[in-house]
């Protein structure tokens, strides 16, 4: 599988230690840039580079992207059709989620995973002013490691959101 990176100047630092991360994970990795830290970058071409490059293989590769907040990110790289891409920031405090068999989690990783398994989220945009780097590396980790559902109606709802593409 294919990583696709990308980065605005306030994620560069962070982006270049995911990278060897995940190289010595031994994923294949690909820098969509910035690559050099500039504090007057503009981030959109970044990660629309990423988008479009998951965009061409969504089966065999995804993408992860880095910025203060991570909103504009996503945004970015939600224009990309094919795109899913999530947004993920770690809640200062323990959230309960209830999912649809009444079983509840505080675990703020629960949303990551359920970005994966319900939407197949194919992008991940990482809002790193809200992260501590051993956060950010357990939610790549368990973000890559998660596979989407099979179950009908998560298949059948994204099948949905690509035809809203048309």
């Known amino acids: 599988m294919t990583i696709y990176l990308a980065a605005d100047h306030t994620g560069f630092e962070i982006k270049e230690k995911v ?5 010595d994970k031994a994923y294949q990795v690909e820098d969509c840039g910035a690559y ?3 504090k007057d970058d503009d981030y959109p071409q970044f990660m629309h580079t990423a988008a479009e490059k998951v965009a061409l293989d969504p089966q065999n590769s995804r993408g992860i992207i880095f910025g203060g907040s991570g909103q504009g990110e996503a945004m970015v ?4 059709k094919g795109i899913r891409c999530a947004l993920f920031y770690a809640p200062a405090a ?3 989620a209830i999912n649809v068999e009444g079983n509840t989690s505080e675990d703020p990783f629960t949303m990551l995973v359920l970005t ?13 002013r809200f992260l501590s780097e051993e956060d ?3 939610a790549i980790i368990l973000w890559l490691e998660t596979p989407a559902s099979q179950n009908e109606r998560h298949v059948r709802r994204i099948k949905q959101m690509g035809e809203l593409e048309k």
Not at 19 to 23: E, P, S, T, V
Not at 116 to 128: E, P
């Open 19 to 23: 990278k060897k991360f995940l190289q």
């Open 36 to 38: 050099a830290l500039e």
């Open 77 to 80: 790289a939600n224009k990309v």
């Open 94 to 96: 323990p959230v309960q």
């Open 116 to 128: 994966r398994q319900h939407n197949n989220a194919n992008m991940l945009s990482l809002g790193v």
């Open 136 to 138: 950010i590396l357990r």
